[in-house]
Each structure stands twice: as C-alpha cells, then as structure tokens.
C-alpha cells in the first residue's frame, strides 16, 4: 500500500500533483485545442489534395522558425508574472505586460517583410513545382498574420504567470471550433466561399489567432485589473524593464527557433526523398504533435509555479512542484507511446485522401514506420517538455539554447551531413538521427536540472 499512500500524500501537499494540475490542466487542454486547430488544416488538406497535405507541413514548419523566436521572446512575459506574483510585487505585473506588448509590436513589423523571403526559400528546398507553389501561398499567410500570434502570446502570459490558466482554455478551445467551420468553407468552397485550397486553411488560422488575441485582451483590460496590476496606467516604455525582459526572453526565443529550425530543417531534407517520404514523414510528425504539443501546458505549468517560488526564494519548492509536473508528464506519455505501437495503422488512415485514384498504400506503409520511431522518443521527450520548463521559469535560459544549440549541431546537423556525403541519407537513418536527438536532450537538460546552478538566479530585480 506504501506506493498508493504516498501518491495520495503527494496528491494534496504543496507543490503536488493537485497544484500542477490546477495550472496545467486548462494550458493543457488550451494547447490540445490549438493543436486541433493545425490538425484540422491538415486534415482537410489531406482530403483537398497530396500536394497540399505535402507543403502545409514544410511551410508552416518555416512560418514557425521566423514567429518563435519572437513568440518565445513575447510569452516570456509570463514568466517576469509569475515571479512578481511569488514575490507579491502585484503592481509591477502590468508593466511587464506592457514591455511585452512593445515588444510584439516591434516583431510584427519585423514579420510583415518576411513575405518576402517565400520564394527564395522554398524554391532552394528543391521540391516539386506544384508543392512549391503552395508553400509559398501557405507561408505568406501565416506571416502576414502573425501579429494576432504574437499579441496573443503576450496576453495569454498575463494569465498564465498568475497561475490562473482557465481564460487561456476557453479563448483556446472556441478559438478550435471557429476553426472548423471556417476550414470546411474555406478550403472547399462551401457556404458561398470560393474554394481556396491551402490558402482558405492559412485564412482560417489567422482568424483564428486573431479570435484568441481579441478575447484575451478583452480579459486583461479591465478596471479591476487596472486597480489590481496597473494594466492601463503601466502603458508607457520602460528601457530598464524592457531590456530585461530581453535579457532573458532573448535567449528563450532564441529556444524555440533553434528547436523549430532543427525540426524544419529535418523535413526539408526529407522533402528532398520525394514525394511519398515528405506525405508519410508531415503525417507521422502531425500524429506526433496530438503527443508533444497538448504537453507543451505542462512545460508552461512547469515554468510559471517554479517561477512564482524562485520568486517567493523558495528554491526547493521550485524543485518538488518540477518532479511533480514530470510523474503526472509520464503518466500521460506512457500510454500514448504504447497505443502508437499497436495503432499505428488506424492513425495513419485518418489521413486517407478522399479521393479513390491517389494511391495511399505506399504513404500508409512508410507512415506506420515512422510512427513506430515516434513511439520511441515520445516517452523521454517528458525530460525536455518538464526540465526546460522548470529551467525557463527559473531564468536559465542562456543555459538551455546551449543544450538545443549543441545537440542540434552535433547530433542532428552533422550526422545527416555525413549520412548525405556518405550517400545513406535514406528516410529511416535520416529518422534515427532525429530519435537520438530527441532523447540527447532530454539527458542534457536532466543534467543540467540537477546540478541545481538555477537555483541561484535572478529574474526580475
């Protein structure tokens, strides 16, 4: 019985189980919401054409390399929050909103030129001209729509660096079922639309973000939250704050660039086998975000209850509620990985295309492999989704884009260089170097966890 009173002992104690699921269960279900919101694009491209479910991918994946570092540096606000909060320091939660804000407006000109760089990106991928064309199409949106993304991010840290993550699942989850309707009509011209194609699914998600953005902000700017945290009255520039939050937000964006561009670079280079590889690999990755990206709520869970204890100086507290996060992160992966393993097949014809002439057999076949590697890294992948967090919300970040940084050079970069000089840069080695990848993280950033340097560090001054 010692196991099961000790799980009950963990349940209700501070910095328990109950705790962190009180903040992560809604940015759990928040995220499971706006990951539906990109498989549903990709769902009903999959039954629009092959050629649009092989660019939305590819695309979206580089749209991502150029929003995240200024996502990362943006939602960072939550994290100064969070440790306002643990310190009680309440009136100084709305000028770091406001640095964030500035701070998303600066990345939204930055942003709105990256249009631009469509098709001479794309066209060096060296993929087919029918997918390339809507590459193009499919980036230019998610770019040009990417202030609504950012302003989100920003206004979303207002809730979650409290802890009071319910407003993010409900903005999240009515933003997925505006989604779906619009991507019927859009894509296939349903309702009076004109049939768009993967152009009506990247309008679809703009509306999408900008439908969160809106009904978030109508959350933080209230009188009450003026009198509470200063919101309105805290609107002015403030260098000091600004170039902290920089400081450490820089790097955390920096974070999720390099993760993202390693992970684009990889499909790219899938891209490059043909057709049926990019299909089978963008269907096995979408499978793998239904895992990874709902428990992306737990590393932002992680983040804000070890910030808020960093910020009360409570470093052991900040260490217990991180364990926590990572026993109820495995309790979840654990069967999850297991399903991939005997359901693989059913997972991959979810993605059949409507049409009867696409020959789907050998995507399907290949599809199943790859799910199997998923299967694989998906239960270690909790170290990294826990671990970062916890070392984000104490401020380690510079620490952590050196973890992605070297594994992402010498474990994923370099050996699918040697493999394509060596002529074997097939799709299953390609594959095994971004399993060993995955799960090169996860040990570095368990490491660098328990040597415990974070416990020393400063945030906010």
């Known amino acids: 019985m010692y196991p099961f009173s000790s799980i009950k002992a963990r349940w209700s104690a501070p910095q328990g189980y109950r705790e962190v699921l009180r903040v992560g269960l ?5 995220m499971v919401s706006s990951t539906a919101m990109q498989f549903t694009d990709r769902l009903f491209l999959s039954h629009y054409s092959v050629t649009s479910i092989a660019a939305a991918m590819p695309s979206s994946m580089a749209a991502m390399v150029l929003q995240l570092p200024l996502v990362g540096l ?9 440790h306002y909060v643990g310190a009680g320091r309440y009136k100084d939660v709305g000028a770091a909103l406001w ?8 990345g939204t ?9 469509a098709e001479p990106l794309f066209t060096w991928t060296g993929h087919p001209p029918a997918v390339l064309a809507e590459e193009i199409v499919y980036f230019r949106i998610l770019t040009l729509g990417s202030a609504f993304f950012l302003l989100g991010a920003v206004v979303s840290g207002f809730f979650i660096g409290r802890g009071h993550t319910r407003p993010v699942l409900i903005a999240n989850l009515l933003g997925a079922l505006l989604n ?6 859009l894509i296939f011209g349903k309702w009076g639309v004109p049939a768009l194609g993967i152009a009506g699914a990247g309008l679809a998600t703009v509306i999408g973000w900008a439908f969160c953005a809106v009904l978030l902000g109508l959350g933080v700017f209230t009188a009450k939250n003026d009198r509470d945290f200063r919101v309105f009255r805290s609107w002015r520039f403030k260098g000091a704050l600004f170039l902290r939050l920089f400081r450490f937000g820089g790097p955390s964006g920096i974070n999720l660039f390099m993760e993202v561009v390693g992970f684009a670079w990889f499909t790219l280079e899938v891209g490059r086998l043909g ?6 690999s963008n269907i096995a990755l979408s499978v793998n975000s239904l895992v990874f990206m709902p428990m992306l709520g737990m590393n932002s869970a992680a983040a804000t209850l070890v910030g808020q204890a960093m910020g ?4 052991e507290k900040a260490a217990k509620v991180t364990y926590s996060a990572l026993q109820l992160c495995l309790v979840y992966m654990l069967p999850l990985s297991l399903s991939f393993f005997f359901f693989a097949g059913p997972l991959m014809d979810i993605f059949r295309p409507g049409d009867p002439t696409v020959e789907y057999g050998p995507i399907r076949s290949t599809g199943i492999i790859l799910i199997y590697y998923i299967a694989v890294y998906s239960l270690v992948d909790s170290c990294n989704i826990v671990f970062l967090g916890a070392l984000k919300g104490a401020g380690d970040t510079f620490f952590i884009m050196l973890i992605l940084g070297g594994t992402g050079l010498f474990v994923l970069a370099l050996p699918i260089l040697i493999l394509k000089w060596l002529g074997l840069a097939s799709l299953h080695p390609l ?5 060993v990848y995955v799960m090169s993280m996860a040990l570095c950033s368990y490491l660098r966890f328990r040597h415990g340097k974070w416990r020393r560090m400063r945030v906010v001054d």
């Open 312 to 315: 009360a100086k409570q470093p």
């Open 26 to 30: 809604p940015l759990i279900a928040g």
């Open 109 to 117: 000109a930055l942003l709105a030129f990256a249009c631009l760089l």
């Open 180 to 185: 779906i309707p619009l991507d019927y009509a």
């Open 74 to 82: 943006c939602g960072y606000v939550s994290v100064f929050i969070a």
């Open 431 to 435: 594959w095994i170097v971004l399993t």
């Open 99 to 106: 640095q964030g804000l500035w701070m998303a407006l600066a």
């Open 275 to 280: 057709e049926i590889a990019l299909a089978a």
